[in-house]
């Protein structure tokens, strides 16, 4: 059979995006030995968010309480061995 046509050349990669923290996430659990990786295992946990106010403003979270859940992405920045993350 013929060849068929040629493929498409990849897409360029993306540029590299750039992350910042914008706020400190604090719960009861004070190392990652111990702490539920689902939240419905541990239905009472809960933790904190504190955004800083010079990066996010109040205007940014406005009606957030009306919410019942949020996804936080993070990094562990106490993690001691982050290549294996």
Do not use: K, W
């Not at 068929?4 to 897409?11: C, H, I, M, R």
């Not at 205007?59 to 859940?69: I, M, P, T």
């Amino acid at each position: 059979t013929p060849p068929g046509p040629p493929l498409p050349a990849p897409p360029a990669p993306l540029p590299a995006l750039p992350v910042r923290p914008i706020g400190t996430l604090r719960s009861v659990y004070r190392l990652c030995v111990g702490t539920p990786r689902q939240g419905m295992l541990a239905p009472r946990s809960r933790g904190v968010v504190t955004f800083d106010e010079a990066v996010v403003s109040r205007d940014a979270v406005l009606g957030l309480e009306g919410y019942s859940h949020v996804y936080v992405l993070f990094a562990f920045h106490l993690n001691s061995n982050p290549g294996a993350a």
